[in-house]
């Protein structure tokens, strides 16, 4: 039914993602298609890494992980945003082109009252995406 | 199986080698994440606290004890622009000094961002944020203001002791106009090409290559690095940023209160609107929420797209004025003043055996702790966005293009106001709003009142100055955001918005409370400890670059 799932992943709250990347692993093993795990990053140094491609390095090492967990097939995507507070959702709408995925499995807080004036990610991505996506709740 | 070679797709061109710093610091490990009711929150600890409650803390004392306050930083100011005129001079003159031998050192090569890395941003983006972040607003000001004070002034403060064009009563000298406006234009331009923006310059490589080569937060401490060691995490790394938040607050919120006087001034002189605290107030939460809107679309989305827009009307205005004034008399005033400034200042730069104490020490000295006072804020901006130039690149695109461009703005501005005043004397209205009753705030759109369409051309005018104060506001608050977020730019919106709103707040409560003026003098003060900070910091740029250049 899909070609390949798209997981965005924030790699330093990884253990609030788990439910989502559980989920999606499933999700991979039952259709048997590969994930892309997208992370986004600043070009300036972050908690995670001094540079981008250092940033690239850790996601692929949490690809693997992710792939030898499951048993399933995985890569990483680096998406940069200048200002990734603001620009994630579109970082993650090009991402979804350049995967080349066609089903997107996300992680989502649970809405509170500001999401009625800053919409959340999933929440904007599912709006504005021209494939499915997944929203899991935390 | 993981797809190996998919590994790093996303990263346009490999970053290539750079000499990282070795730290145990990670970015963020002083932080507080917590989740204040729906608001997340992502704060250095304690930066974010004492910038904010410095803040407040003045802020009240400004409107608790306003004759103190104004009477202290009254005083504060011209006595350390008097006292200290000579090492503003010096250090101006080192920033310059060194920024030139870098770029043709061979250290120039150094790429920021790595040998590989590409440049973030095209051209116009990239120099119009150069502009808009924090020398626009200065531009609609002192364009007219500047020169056609120098030309005309009675109060004895001319450049280097020029010829005044004027006698007592008013009446043109013609055999000392040359002369006059030889200098008024050449001594404006020196205060507006190299200098500044050798001192933004220092700032914003410093960053960067700490940043971007080094992998070090982006933060004001970052630079300190190669002085202060591991230290830099601790307490003298707070000292800086927070000096560097509050300086950066302070000055733009009270420009912001100035600024929305200024606007209110226009807006009286062209449509009549009477000047009181309420239209002030009100062009403020006008201001304020438009650089909320754009910070709230970030980066690319609004600082940049607003940054552009201003750059183009800025645009129009200037081919406006060169053509209606008169294109070829520009041209040829920009040439003169091109040459009279290339003549002048290394005159005007020596600090020693100088008469001129009212130009030396009231203006230059003035602008230099200004400019100084507001690098933080303005390196770390264009820090942010030059990434992936090398370092001749940088410098030739944030000091010499600029610095024409600026003199050429003064040529058109300042030129075209003091033709005016040589061609009708007694019925400039820049003459009369500058020299005769000093209305600074009306002497562009009296200016502009002298050529045609004016009604139309001062409502650009007050729409350019509106807007240069957005596109400072903004690139400010995205810069206070990252510095109490412990160099962090993905901290959570809330906090920018919270940083920008604040800025307003701050405005508003000076302008009704008074006290713009004295808290104004006092962010100016700070250009002293600062130029300490930027002399350290051609230093420590000097440090970097050496094991930087090893990669080129």
Same mark, same amino acid.
């Given at each position: 039914m899909f070609k390949r799932i798209m997981v965005p992943v924030d790699l330093a709250h990884v253990e609030r993602l788990r439910p989502a990347l559980d989920c999606a692993a499933d999700l991979a093993k039952h259709y048997n298609v590969p994930i892309s795990y997208v992370g986004v990053t600043s070009p300036s140094p972050s908690k995670l890494a001094h540079n981008p491609k250092e940033f690239g390095e850790k996601l692929g090492a949490f690809a693997k992980e992710e792939a030898s967990n499951h048993g399933i097939e995985t890569s990483a995507h680096t998406a940069i945003a200048h200002d990734p507070t603001t620009e994630v959702d579109d970082a993650l709408i090009r991402a979804i082109d350049e995967t080349g995925a066609d089903f997107v499995v996300m992680a989502s807080h649970v809405p509170n009252v500001m999401d009625y004036i800053w919409p959340s990610n999933g929440g904007k991505l599912a709006e504005h995406a021209k494939c499915s996506v997944m929203v899991v709740r935390a | 199986m993981a797809e190996e070679e998919d590994v790093s797709t996303g990263i346009p061109v490999p970053e290539g080698a750079s000499d990282i710093i070795d730290t145990d610091y990670e970015i963020g490990q002083d932080n507080i994440e917590a989740q204040l009711g729906p608001f997340g929150l992502d704060i250095h600890n304690p930066v974010f606290l004492i910038s904010g409650l410095s803040v407040v803390a003045f802020v009240v004392y400004a409107l608790l004890a306003p004759d103190q306050a104004a009477a202290f930083f009254g005083w504060l100011r011209p006595a350390l622009t008097s006292t200290f005129d000579g090492f503003f001079l010096i250090s101006a003159n080192i920033f310059v000094i060194f920024c030139l031998a870098l770029i043709v050192s061979p250290f120039g090569a150094v790429r920021l961002g790595g040998v590989d890395a590409t440049p973030d941003y095209g051209y116009a983006g990239w120099f119009s944020m150069l502009f808009a972040a924090g020398m626009g607003i200065g531009l609609m000001f002192f364009g007219v203001l500047e020169p056609a004070y120098y030309f005309g002034t009675p109060w004895g403060d001319e450049p280097l002791g020029a010829v005044r064009p004027f006698t007592e009563d008013g009446a043109l000298i013609p055999e000392n106009v040359e002369a006059a406006k030889r200098m008024a234009l050449a001594a404006t331009s020196y205060h507006w090409a190299l200098h500044p923006w050798a001192i933004y310059a220092v700032v914003a490589l410093a960053l960067s290559l700490f940043s971007y080569n080094k992998g070090l937060p982006l933060s004001i401490r970052s630079a300190f690095y190669p002085i202060l060691g591991e230290r830099v995490w601790g307490w003298w790394g707070h000292m800086i940023d927070i000096i560097a938040v509050f300086a950066t607050l302070f000055g733009l919120a009270t420009s912001l209160g100035l600024g929305a006087q200024q606007a209110n001034a226009g807006l009286e002189?062209?449509?009549? &609107?009477?000047?009181? %605290?309420?239209?002030?107030?009100?062009?403020?939460?006008? &201001?304020?929420?438009?650089?909320?809107?754009?910070?709230?679309?970030?980066? =690319?989305?609004?600082? +940049?797209?607003?940054?552009?827009? $201003?750059?183009?009307?800025?645009?129009?205005?200037?081919?406006?004025?060169?053509?209606?004034?008169?294109?070829?008399?520009?041209?040829?005033?920009?040439? +003169?003043?091109?040459?009279?400034? %290339?003549?002048?200042?290394?005159?005007?730069?020596?600090?020693?055996?100088?008469?001129?104490?009212?130009?030396?020490?009231?203006?230059?000295?003035?602008?230099?702790?200004?400019?100084?006072?507001?690098?933080?804020?303005?390196?770390?901006? &264009?820090?942010?966005?030059?990434?992936?130039?090398?370092?001749?690149?940088?410098? #030739?695109?944030?000091?010499?293009?600029?610095?024409?461009?600026?003199?050429?703005?003064?040529?058109?501005?300042?030129?075209?106001?003091?033709? =005016?005043?040589?061609? $009708?004397?007694?019925?400039?209205? %820049? +003459?009369?709003?500058?020299? =005769?009753?000093? +209305?600074?705030?009306?002497?562009?759109?009296?200016?502009?009142?002298?050529?045609?369409?004016?009604?139309?051309?001062? #409502?650009?005018?007050? @729409?350019? @100055?509106?807007?240069?104060?957005?596109?400072?506001?903004d690139s400010g608050s995205l810069v206070i955001d990252t510095i109490t977020a412990g160099g962090k730019v993905d901290a959570p919106v809330p906090q920018r918005v919270f940083w920008c709103t604040f800025e307003g707040l701050v405005a508003i409560a000076l302008l009704i409370g008074g006290g713009l003026g004295s808290l104004q003098a006092m962010v100016i003060s700070t250009g002293l400890p600062f130029t300490i900070v930027l002399l350290l910091m051609c230093w420590c740029i000097f440090k970097g670059l050496m094991q930087e250049y090893k990669h080129v």
């Open positions: - | 002189f062209v449509y009549g &609107i009477p000047t009181n %605290v309420t239209v002030q107030v009100l062009l403020i939460i006008g &201001i304020t929420l438009l650089a909320l809107i754009s910070v709230v679309r970030g980066l =690319d989305g609004g600082v +940049k797209v607003l940054s552009e827009i $201003n750059m183009i009307v800025a645009i129009a205005l200037l081919l406006f004025v060169v053509f209606t004034a008169g294109a070829v008399g520009i041209f040829t005033d920009f040439g +003169k003043t091109l040459v009279a400034y %290339v003549q002048e200042v290394i005159p005007l730069s020596n600090p020693f055996g100088r008469e001129d104490d009212g130009y030396r020490e009231g203006w230059t000295a003035f602008y230099w702790a200004w400019w100084i006072s507001w690098s933080p804020f303005v390196g770390m901006f &264009i820090a942010r966005v030059s990434r992936g130039r090398t370092v001749r690149e940088f410098l #030739t695109c944030v000091l010499i293009i600029p610095s024409l461009v600026c003199i050429f703005w003064m040529a058109v501005f300042g030129g075209t106001a003091i033709n =005016d005043m040589i061609a $009708n004397v007694d019925a400039s209205a %820049v +003459k009369a709003n500058v020299i =005769d009753a000093y +209305k600074p705030e009306l002497s562009l759109f009296a200016m502009l009142d002298s050529l045609p369409l004016a009604s139309i051309t001062s #409502t650009v005018g007050i @729409v350019l @100055v509106i807007v240069f104060f957005v596109t400072s506001s």
